[in-house]
Structures are given as C-alpha cells and as structure tokens.
C-alpha cells in the first residue's frame, strides 16, 4: 500500500486548512493506479491559536500493515487538537479508526466491522500489525521515567485470532507484553475506545441518526455519560449482595454444622487425655525398661565381681598353700639331707670299725699262730712225757677237731648271714616301694570312686530329664496320632467338644456373635518351615478363643467350665468384630528380604486377623530364617523401621539389645504334614528309648567299676596293713646283732705259754666283741637312719606332689581369674553400652525394682492398648490435626460471617450514599446535556428541547428549525436528513460537554447533512474544540474539505 505523509496546514485559524497528500512510496503497475488513487487518505490538522501543550493520552500517529484490506496505510501523524481525516469510500479511514479501537483494547464487535479478530488480518497473509504512538507528557505522564515523552502501542493479530501486544518506549526500548499494563496506561489516560463519544463509528453514527426511539436515545446518553456503567456496577453489586445474603444463609447452616463438627473433634481430642496417659507411661516403662536392662547387666557382673574377688582372695591361699608346702618340701629335703649326712657318718664310722676289727682278726689269727707255736711246744714237752702219751694224741686230736670244726663252722654260718642280710635289706626296699605305690593306688581309687559317683548322679539326672521328654513326647504322639481324623485335637484333647458345643450354642441363638477359636485352627502358613518360629511368637494365642462382647465371653465360659476338665483353659479374648482387617500401612515393617508375620500367614477372618494384630503386634514382627541374619538386621546400627522383635526358624526371639532362646525344638500345631510328625516323635522317641538303654548300661558300668574299685581300694588298705617291713627290720636287727662263735679254749699243754697266749687271746677276743658291738649298734642306727631316710623320701614325694597339686590348682585357678576378668570386662562394655542407650532414653537414671522381661511384657501390652485405641480413635496427630482444622475451619467460617455481615452492612451504606449520589449526578449531567443543546441549536437559529424520563428511561428531543413558537417543536422524526444530522452534531457536542477523554473520534459525522449544516455542524465542532485545547478530535469525513 501507499506509504503517505501528513503536513500541517497554514497557521491562521480561520483560514481553511490546506490538504497534504500521502505519496506513495513504493512502485506500482499501471493497472493499479486507480485503485491506489481510489484510497488516498488526507490528514487535516488544524492549528490551534497559540502554542498548547495537550494532555497526555493523546493519538501521535498510526501506522497499519495487512490490516483488513489494506497493506500499508501510514504512518499517520495527528494534531495535538483538530484533525480530520478525508477520503473517499474505501480509501481506508474507518480502517484508521477500527485500527484505533482494536490496539486501544477494544473488541471485534465494538467497531461493528467484524466478528472476530481473524477478521482484520488481509486476506494471505500472516498477521496484521498496528503501531500507536500515544504522548506522554504533562502531570498525568505514565511511569515518565520508564516510557519517557511517548509510549508506543504495538498490536500484532495473527490469522488464528491470536492478539499480542509490546509496549515500547519513546526510544523503542520493550517495557511489557502484557494487557494488564495497557489496561493500566488506558486506566491512566482516561481512554474509552468502546464509549461512543470518544469514538463514534459510522455504523454508529448511522444507527444513531435512524433511531427513532427515545429509548436508544436515552441509552445512548447512558453510555455516553458513563452512567449505564454505573448502573450495571450498582445492579452487578446488588445482584453480589444478594449471592452474599444467600451465601450468609447458607455459611449459617454450614456454621452449625461446622460447630457441631467442632464440638465432636473437641470432644475425641479430650478424649486423648488418656491416650496420653498412656503414652507418658509408655514412655517412663521405656525409661524404666532402658534402665533395668542396665540393672540386669549390673546384676549379672556383680556375682562376677564377687567370684573375681573370692577368687582373688582364694589365689592368696592357694599361694600361701604353695608357700607351705614348698617349705614343707624344703624341710623334707633338709631333713632327707641330714639323714642321709647321718647315714654318711655312720657308714664312714662303720667302714672305720670294719677296718679296724680286720685289723684285730689279723692279730688274732697271729696270736693263733702264737698260740699254735706255744702248743706245739706244750706238745713237745710232754712227748717227753711217755705218760702222757696218749692223752697227747687224743688232746691233739681233739685239738685238731675242734680247729676243723670251728674254722667251719665259723665261715659257713657268717657267710650265710651276710647273705641273709642283704636279701632281708633287699625285700625290704622293695617292699618300701610298694607301700609307696599302694599309697598311690589307694588315692586313685579313692578319686575314681568320687568321679564315678558324680557322674553316675549327673546320668542320673539326665535319665530323669529324658524321661520326662519321653513321656512329653508320648502325649504329643497320641495327640498328633488323634489329630489325623480331626485337626482340633491338636490344640488339646477337649477342644473339638468345645468347639461342637459353641457350633450348638450358637445355633441355639447364645450368641450374638459366634466366637473364633481356637484362633491358631484359622490360620496358616505359607512357608511351612517357619511354623516354629510362628509359634514361638504367638504361644498361647494359638489356643485362644475370641468373642464380640462380654456377654457372649460369659456364655463361652460357662461353655469351657461344662466341656473342658478342671486346670488351665484356653485365654478369651473380648473386642469387638470387624468386617476389615486393621489398615497397618502405618505402623506395619516393610523389609525387602524378609516378611513380617501378617505376610507370612493365610488367614481368611479378619476378625482372626485382627484378634492377633491388637494381641500379639503381628504387623510389626519380622520372621528371619537364619538367626545370624536375624541378628545381624535387628542389633545392627540401623535396625528396620517399626519392627518390635524378629523370630529366627529354630523360634529365637531377636530384639535389638538381647536375645531370647525358644522353649521347645519343634512345632505342635502349626505343622503341615502329621504322618512326618508323627514318624517324627515315633523316630525321636526310639532314639530316646536307645539313649534311655545307653545310660543304663552306663549305669550299670559306673556300678561295676565303683564296687571292683571299692573291692580294690580294701584289698590295698589290708595289704599295707599287712606288710612285712616291720619284721624283715626286726630280723635284719637280729642278724646284726649276732655274735661270730668263738673257738674252744685249749688249755696250754705250756701253762706258761699257755697262759700267756690265752690272756692275750681274751684281751683281743674282748677287743673284738668291743669293736663288734660298736659295729652292730653302728649297723642298727645305719638301718634305723636307712628307714628314717626312706620315710623322708616318702615326705619329699608327698610334699612335692602336694606343691605340684597346688601349683596346678592355681594355674587353673588363675586361667579362671583371666577367664573372669575376661567376661568381666565385656559385661562392662555391655554395660556401658546400656548405660549410653539409656542415657539417651533418660537421661537421669531411675531406680526400678521390676524385671525386664516384666517391663517388656507390660511395654508390649500397653503398646497393643495404646494401638487399639488409636485404631478407634485414630491417629493421634490425625485427631490433632482434625480438632485444629474443625477449629481453625469454625473460626474461619464465623469470622467470614461476621466479615460477610459487616460487609453486606457497609455495602448497604454505600450503595445508599452512592444512589442519592448517581440520581444527583444524573440530573446534574441532564441539566447541562439540555443546556450545552439548547446552545448549540441556537447557533443556528433552532430551537428545541430535551426530555428526560429516568423512571421510564426514555430521552425525546424536539427541534424547531429557525425562529418558532416552542409549541411548535416537532419530533426530530419529522426534520429532513441534514437537520436530522445537525442536530445529532449538537447532540453529541453536548455530550462532549459534559465527558472527558483525551481525544474524541466521529466518523462521517457530516452524512447527509447539506452544505449550509455541515458549514455550521464544522464551526461549531471547531468552536468547541477551541474551547477544549487540551483535548484532540479527530473528524472522519468523505467529504472535500476545499
């Protein structure tokens, strides 16, 4: 399209304004310079009187790209006060003004040139575009300091009917893209694009000169004077205040109900005053349970301090006993020395003695030679003797007899008592050795007597404990051979008579609810290989029987006390019966690798299900088949999550701190396969039977062996007793102390001779019997210091075994004391471990005189108790939450109430105030509408009047062309087109009287209207606009302005 440009014309006001003509700037075909020539548009300003400084808000210039069906039109750059835009029919002026209202944000349907905003983008193209510069100076300049002297509107409407904007600065700088802040800047501005005295389109224009209504009249001032909207913001107000009412009405009821929401959370939150209670109690046991645990680790190494000590003291004693016996064995080895220094002596002294008396034996076989020289003296003497002849012969031969005989006699009998003395000493230290060994055999008996009858007791008591295991294993073997045909039996002999007579009671109507049991008889497993740790856990709930109510547990007693024989009966446990099972998503332990005990079982009641989740936590235990993993999870750093205690297969009990071994090996009714049970109990029961036989014949050894080592300890008692040594000492004394046989005297047949020799034969015979003697008390006191050695020798060995037995005895008694110390000093970490944990339970430490295993099962109950509560209840930070909201949510709801009331109250006030002030401004605006009129008639000579109806809503307008009587007005009905539109022109600047806005548009205000009208309709336009400088008008005509 053409690109033009605008000039201003000459600079006296009354002179016409000479036209500016656009050229175009681009080059075109020959074929469509009509049509260019057909859609020239001039731009008309007229200058104002003197130099004036319009407000802010006022249009600067125009430019439109594809917009309807133009492709370039502009820029176009208006006045500060009077422009009029001139051209022919389709040559684009009403494209100006729709261009002005859709960037300004009006609507499609505002500018009555189409229904949407499609509709303006030229046909093959893309998008439109439209650029208005708006000023911005003066004190209502928008954000002056960010936009500078202009703001620059660009609007781009794609083919979709998308429409965005970009506010930009006199520099061109993007301030935003969002409407808000057009609709801000419009807001400032005072710019009303869809109020037909700012803009009056054609299609306006022309609906207004054909309305023939007063009605449209009366709304067209409505609209114009911004009155309408005041009214539909009055009537929209109402209508709000009436939704209000209704919403207070309805928020009444709401109130009560949230009241009485309110009061029933109130009363739940008080009601978890006990629940409290309970949880602080929970919370002094866990103190408690932390700090007697500590007291059961005190507990245990206390006997341990005790033993250690005791032990110590004992390692005294049994070193003094050491000391003792280690003198005693020094003594026995100083008296052993001494005595054998003694037999030393005695034996050097009687070497001495032998020495000399085979000195004396040498001197007496040379007296016997003496003595023999002497008699054969004697003998030659008397031969001389014939006489005596044969007494010589028969004396020497009796002589020489007697030698023989006592030389042999002598030798043989002194050769066979050496020989005798030496086998008597000989018997005698061997039989010393053997009283040594009887002494020592006689200890072994003695001590493997005492060790027989200690084991025989402990196999004794071991008997009595296989036997009882026998004759439990006898029972369950009966029970489990009766359970074959009813499974019942194995929860007790009586139960499936139980079990009929609540079947009959119930159907007899007993009950109001039939009771479940037993409750193990309701479940199952889905691992069979942890039925025992199953059992362990649940114990005697396994043959437990629940009811609904009280009434029904009193009838099921009566039931049990009639069925059951007198003893321990199966537990009743009394709750109330649920169709659901407990949600335990909460509280439940949620391990990847392991399940809890509710995840282990089948059971299809849940009021079974239910009965063990309040009685036993189920939820909450894991079942870990390794008990080294089980460990290893639960006192680990980071044990699982609301887990209480885990159960191994064998039915080890884990918790974090400790550990509890299970009570029996196996499961008695949770098993699976009854035959493998029994073949089981029948297969352990032989074994016992074969132990039962091993431990008699044991038995019956440990009898044999203790009478023949009882026979063999008498016979060595009586053996020492009657032991020879005693006599064969004796005897050997006897042999000492014999006396070698002396040899006859011979009578000298030399009396001198004789008698000389036979003195000096007495005084050695006397020597020799001397130095025998000596020689045999000699011999005795060596024999008696042999013994007394012996008997030392003896004393050493005793005193040496005894020292060894002691030092062996302390040894084992100091690798007892380190053993102690040992476990002492890991009760001590456990200790301080417990201490260090309770600690943080509690810091202060309290004294507590109850069990752990007490502690653990109150903290247990109460904790089934306290969940219980809570699941009828709720959570507790549930009902917290709940009794806050309901609160929170009444005080919300009755300070909207109150807000709501005091509003509708105020609301009331100031629509009151508001209405006086709206039928008064109303009045106002129709008394200067009707004057501003009434002049701009009299201009020309008319005269007329206007009516207002505000009742009916109605506005006539009656004009009397030229100078008439007043009863002569006639309804603008009857005046002819150019009349028709002068007065419309005067209707309008009667309207702009009374309005405000930055600039005013009128599109084709001239139609119809003659020369002489639309001369005077253009004089008074401008006469107004003269008036108002500060305002631009912008005058859209298809008409020559020559």
Known sequence: ???????????????????????????????????????????????????????????????????????????????????????????????????????????????????????FVKEGESSADVSITLRNKGRDAYKPDVYGTAIVVDLRITREGLRTYKLKSKSGLLVSNKKEELLSILDNFNIQVNNPVSVLTQEMSKYFLHSKGEGDKYKFFMKATQLDQMREDFVYIKTTKHLTEDKVEQHSECLKDLKRKYLEKEDRYKSLASLDEMHTKLEELQKQMAWALV???EKESEPMKEKLQSDRRSTEKFDEKVEEWKKKVEEAERKQKQSQEQVDGITQQLSELQSRCSVLKAEVQKRNATFKSSEITVHRCKANLRDLEKDKVQLSSRINDLKLSISQTTGVESQARM?????????????????????????????????????????????????????????????????RSNRLRRFGEHVPALVNAIEEAYKKGQFKQKPRGPLGYHISLKDPEMALAVE????????????????????????????????R???????????????????????????????????????????LIDQKGIESVLLIKNRTDARRVMQGRNPPQNCSQAFSKEGDQIFTNRTYTAEQTRANCLSGDVEEEIRHLQREMENQEAQANRFRQQMKKLDEGIKQNEVLLRRTHIEQKTCKATKLQLELTDLNNVEE?????????????????????????????????????????????????????????????????????????????????????????????????????????????????????????????????????????????QYHEALENYKNMAQKMKNLNGFIKSLDNVMNHRLQVYAELRRFLSARCKYYFDSMLAQRGYTGSMTFDHKNETLSISVQPGQGNKADLSDMRSLSGGER???????????????????????????????????????????VAAGQRYRQFIFLTPQSMR
């Not at 010393?432 to 001590?447: A, E, N, P, R």
């Not at 084992?812 to 004391?817: D, E, K, M, T, Y």
């Not at 653990?856 to 108790?865: A, G, T």
């Not at 007065?983 to 119809?1008: G, N």
Request: one cysteine or more; proline letters at 3%; glycine letters at 4%.
């Open 981 to 1023: 539109s002068f007065s419309t022109v005067c209707f309008v600047l009667s309207l702009w009287a009374i309005t405000e806005a930055p600039f005013r548009c009128l599109d084709e205000f001239d139609v119809y209207m003659d020369m002489v009208n639309r001369r005077i309709s253009m004089d008074m336009m401008l006469k």
């Open 295 to 297: 007291a059961e680790v």
């Open 569 to 611: 009966r199966p537990a009743i446990i009394t709750s109330s019966f649920l169709p659901r099972v407990h949600d335990t998503r909460k509280r439940a332990v949620n391990h990847p690798e392991y399940p809890s005990v509710l995840q282990a079982l089948e059971i299809e009641d849940p009021v079974v299900a239910n009965c």
């Open 741 to 881: 046989p002396q040899s006859e005297d011979l009578k000298p047949l030399h009396k001198a001779a004789y008698d000389t020799a036979e003195k000096e034969y007495k005084q050695h015979k006397e020597l020799i019997n001397t130095i025998a003697e000596e020689a045999d008390s000699k011999k005795v006191g060596i024999l008696v210091t042999q013994i007394y050695l012996s008997k030392t020798d003896q004393e050493v060995m005793r005193c040496k075994h005894h020292k060894k037995h002691y030092e062996e005895k302390r040894s084992a008694h100091l690798r007892n004391i380190q053993t102690l110390e040992a476990n002492l000093e890991s009760k001590e970490q456990e200790l301080q471990t417990s201490v260090a944990k309770a600690k943080k339970i509690s810091p202060e430490r309290l004294e507590v005189r109850r069990t752990a295993r007490s502690l653990d099962s109150e903290i247990s109950r109460l904790k089934v108790k306290i969940t219980t509560q809570q699941e009828q209840q709720g959570d507790r930070e549930e009902v917290v939450r």
């Open 419 to 483: 020989e005798q003395i030496q086998r008597i000493q000989a018997e005698l230290e061997s039989l010393t050795h053997h009283i040594s060994t009887l002494g020592q055999q006689i200890d072994q008996y003695q001590h493997a007597c005492s060790r027989a009858k200690e084991e025989q007791g402990k196999m004794r008591r071991e008997q009595e404990m296989l036997q009882r295991s026998v004759d439990a294993n006898r029972r369950n073997l009966q029970t489990m051979e009766s359970s």
């Open 536 to 567: 362990s856990c649940l114990k005697g709930q396994l043959q437990a029987f629940t009811c609904d109510n009280h009434e029904d547990e009193r009838v099921l007693q009566g039931l049990m006390t009639r069925v059951l024989p007198r003893g």
């Open 1 to 119: 399209m053409s690109k033009r440009k605008s000039s201003s014309a000459g600079d006296k006001p009354h002179k016409r304004a000479k036209p500016v003509e656009e050229e175009d700037a681009n080059d075109h075909d020959s074929d469509q310079e009509d049509h260019l020539r057909r859609e020239q548009v001039l731009i008309m300003v007229v200058p104002s009187a003197g130099e004036v400084v319009s407000d802010a808000g006022i249009v600067e210039s125009i430019t439109l790209k594809n917009f309807m069906c133009h492709s370039l039109l502009g820029p176009f750059t208006f006045g500060s006060n009077v422009n009029f835009v001139v051209g022919n029919n389709g040559s684009g002026k009403s494209a100006v003004l729709t261009a002005l209202i859709v960037a300004l944000g009006g609507n499609a349907q505002a500018t009555n040139r189409g229904s949407s905003l499609k509709g």
